[in-house]
């Protein structure tokens, strides 16, 4: 029986190769979107998860507030022990930390690392890993001790083995290297190419300071506790020993502050929920967004049910070709459950088809929707498990969903009006394929208003003005690998025609900066504030293009400004002062105070992304002798190239034998909307993959309508009717469908996007043209599609017309 019904179903498929194509073409087309999409989604969700301990290691992070609200994952040092020793439950903890990012050296060989951590011990029995080469319970106990991934140790030493080799530091320090571990995978919230032992700097590890967050902490818990029950511990545990510390630093007991609102705790956040869900101050690396995958997900399901509606449309369109088939197969016996299973059986062999079809374009285009995407996803169904389920289960439901209706409606048809030429659509049939392609176009319209907000959003962040000049700014990078030489460095950049100006700080625009509480002398500790601090010299507001709206900014030529400092406009406004100028910050240590008059005051500018909001900032001097890992170096648009060469030239001089490296400060910008951009590029393509597959759809409608009002067509012409009289008659009602469509969709977009524009602090406002140009780019597509059909119908010959059927 079975086979009797593919190998019908394989005639009935060549016999009609025209719908098969396009229904082919469609589905094939939707399966694609929908595969390659959820390998991403896949690929999102699967972070962290290769640890063994995955279930039960949570990371802990800062929260709180002192005149101005903080959320990071910094945490002080002395937690973690802490946690261990007084809750229950806790079974162990691991403390990462970057403390710079070293030149190595080892023979001839020179690299400057951005992937140097410091780890304690028992890093590897936290999260479970095992070492390639060494011992993973003593590789970190020692000081001066290092472990490699296995990729790093070939760079530096071949097939050498590389346990007990030494590597030496810029920082004036020898490791030794005591194990290998494999590379960490792509899909883990943090990537090292050295784990160094804390112990090193035990100065730094053993410190009991409740208040000072430099460390990623890390809690394995007990399988049968939790989280909550965990964290609900930490209150009393901040209470008891950062109360004190609070009160010592502030001069204000932590009972005052927190009547006057003031806030500090600790909070768990499970190691596979970070990437997805964490978008703190200072991550290790820039997350994923849950939103986006949200997104991406919604959008594969509506293009695959687009595909399977297209499929209902052109199956339909078919059915007065097929009426007579029906019609003899039941006067020859065939039941209605019969050719239902045939027509099934059909659907189900297009959708292998299209499936087939869909994983060889996969194959092809994933290192194309890789670049598009940055991503790192692979088509493999033996080694991913899920795959190739997923597949199967595709092409059934899709099949299965696509068929259902054509099959239903075309084995209900009635043989005596089937051999009489009766009329066979019905009033509600014709509303259920009416409904359809309103709700392919309502998503396609969707689609396309959607993708139009995110543009138009990523072209607000590009042109807004951010306070600063992000063109034209060479930023070179590591400069702290040349220390003392940094002044040295500057002033023979500067020496280059088409060098303008040249600035060293510690911090770059867009980059994680240090968040100190600052207070100010003479006032009470309770309006100490939190301020965004970095260190810059002289040079910074003009390279940068800083604009100072009071005062002045720092000078070479004084000698006191080494200890002054600069603040923005929200902080003088936060700080309510009729004239800042004058005032100081305070600092407190121990026996010795320090003051740091404020100078000048400079327009607000964006030094993080425009997802946040402009916070207090509070820029230092450095002290003689003081310099950062970034110099600026803002150049002349006039030969670039030349001017590059210049610069790495003098950087030899200065950094022998140590790699040049170099961004542009826009491009670093451009990194900050990565994942808005990478949306609005996918979107995008998919926008046109769903309008093309609604196009297919709506072109099955046209045909059915068509047909459907043949006779009528062939009468109203010889009654009179002109080409374009037709012509208005049969596309009419598919544009009121698309208008209609067109009408659903306003408002649906207009919520979701609203919801996505709330990500950031500085945003577009909705335009109606978004909704109008949606719906314009609707019609055209509409028009185009029915308007071959239409005109076939409306030129035919009225008499042939009028005998059909």
């Known amino acids: 029986m079975i086979k009797n019904y593919i190998v019908v179903a394989f005639r009935n498929i060549l016999k009609n190769k025209t719908y098969s194509i396009l229904n082919i073409t469609g589905l094939a087309i939707g399966i694609m979107a929908f595969i390659m999409i959820m390998l991403y989604v896949q690929y999102e969700t699967s972070f962290d998860k290769h640890s063994p301990n995955a279930d039960r290691i949570h990371r802990v992070y800062t929260r709180g507030s002192l005149n101005g609200d903080f959320e990071m994952v910094a945490t002080p040092a002395p937690i973690g022990a802490a946690f261990v020793e007084e809750i229950p439950g806790v079974l162990n903890f691991t403390r990462v930390r970057n403390i710079g990012f070293p030149v190595i050296r080892y023979e001839d060989k020179v690299f400057s690392e951005e992937k140097w951590f410091m780890a304690d011990s028992s890093y590897f029995a936290v999260f479970g890993l095992e070492l390639l080469q060494g011992d993973k319970n003593t590789a970190l106990v020692e000081p001066h001790t290092v472990v490699l991934t296995e990729s790093t140790a070939k760079r530096y030493f071949g097939n050498d083995d590389p346990i007990g080799k030494v590597l030496n530091s810029d920082r004036a320090r020898d490791y030794v290297v005591t194990g290998v571990i494999a590379d960490p995978p792509p899909n883990t919230h943090f990537h090292f190419d050295f784990l ?26 007990d399988e049968n506790t939790s989280p909550a029950d965990v964290q609900s511990k930490f209150p009393a545990m901040v209470l008891k020993y950062a109360g004190p510390q609070i009160e010592q630093f502030l001069g204000v007991s932590w009972d005052k502050l927190v009547e006057q609102g003031a806030s500090y705790g600790f909070y768990l956040q499970r190691l596979t929920d970070i990437h997805l869900h964490s978008h703190l101050d200072y991550e290790v690396e820039q997350n994923g967004n849950i939103l986006y995958v949200r997104i991406f997900s919604i959008v594969a399901l509506f293009i695959l049910i687009i595909a399977c509606i297209n499929f209902m449309n052109l199956a339909t369109a078919r059915s007065t070709k097929r009426a007579r ?47 598009i995407g940055g991503f790192q996803l ?51 049939k014709s509303w259920l394929r009416s409904g359809l392609v309103i709700f392919q176009f309502t998503i396609t319209i969707m689609l396309f208003a959607g993708t139009m907000v995110i543009y138009n959003q990523l072209n607000y962040i590009q042109n807004k003005d951010l306070g600063y000049d992000k063109e034209n700014v060479i930023i070179v990078e590591k400069t702290d690998d040349i220390g003392a030489s940094i002044n040295a460095f500057k002033e023979d950049l500067k020496k280059y025609p088409n060098i303008i100006s040249v600035s060293n700080s510690n911090s770059l625009i867009g980059h994680n ?46 000698l006191a400004d080494s ?208 909704f109008i140009v949606s719906g314009i780019i609707a019609f055209v597509i509409a028009q185009t599609t029915v308007t071959g059909q239409a005109l076939k119908a409306a030129r035919s010959n009225p008499i042939k017309a009028i005998k059909y059927e």
């Open 513 to 558: 900066f240090s968040a100190n509480v600052k207070q100010i002398q003479g006032e009470p500790a309770e309006n100490a504030m939190l301020y965004q601090e970095f260190f810059a010299d002289p040079g910074y507001a003009e390279t940068y293009g800083l604009e100072v709206v009071s005062g002045r900014f720092f000078s070479a030529e004084r």
């Open 196 to 221: 160094a032992s804390l112990m090193t700097y035990p100065n730094m590890a053993n410190n009991d300071i409740w208040v000072s967050n430099n460390f990623y902490t890390y809690l394995l818990l």
């Open 378 to 428: 692979e088509l493999n169904l033996l080694s991913n498990p899920l795959l190739l389920p997923l597949i199967v289960a595709l092409i059934l439901i899709v099949g299965i969903i696509s068929g259902s209706y054509p099959a239903f409606y075309l084995a209900s048809f009635n043989p005596v009006k089937v051999f009489k030429g009766s009329s066979l659509s019905k009033g509600h």
């Open 563 to 770: 200890t002054a400092a600069i603040i923005n406009e929200t902080a003088a406004r936060l700080l309510g002062f009729d004239d800042t100028l004058g005032k100081a910050f305070v600092d407190d240590f121990g026996d010795q105070t320090l003051l740091y008059p404020i100078i000048g005051v400079v327009k607000d500018f964006h030094l993080n992304s425009l997802h946040s909001e402009i916070e207090p900032m509070l820029i230092r001097s450095f002290r003689a002798g003081g310099y950062g890992r970034y110099t600026a170096v803002r150049i002349s648009p006039v030969d670039i190239p030349s001017t590059l060469e210049y610069i790495e030239r003098i950087w030899q001089k200065y950094a022998i034998d140590q790699p040049f490296e170099y961004t542009f400060l826009d491009d670093d910008f451009d990194q900050l909307y990565i994942e808005e951009s990478r949306t609005s590029k996918i979107v995008t393509i998919f926008s046109l993959l769903a309008l093309l597959i609604a196009s297919l759809g709506l072109f099955g409608l046209a045909s059915y309508i068509t047909e459907q009002r043949t006779k009528e067509v062939g009468i109203r012409r010889v009654l009179g009717a002109s080409v374009p009289n037709i012509y208005v008659l049969l596309s009419k009602s598919i544009l009121i469908l698309v208008a209609i469509a067109t009408i659903i969709s306003w408002p649906v977009t207009f919520i979701l996007m609203n919801r996505w524009l709330e990500n950031f602090a500085y945003r577009i406002s909705f335009n109606q043209m978004f």
């Open 325 to 371: 088939e029906v019609g003899v197969r039941k006067t020859l016996g065939s039941s209605r459950s019969l050719l239902v299973q045939q027509f099934l059986t059909e659907s189900i062999i297009l959708s292998l088809i299209s499936s087939i079809i869909a994983l060889l374009l996969v194959k092809l285009l994933l290192p194309v929707y890789n670049t």
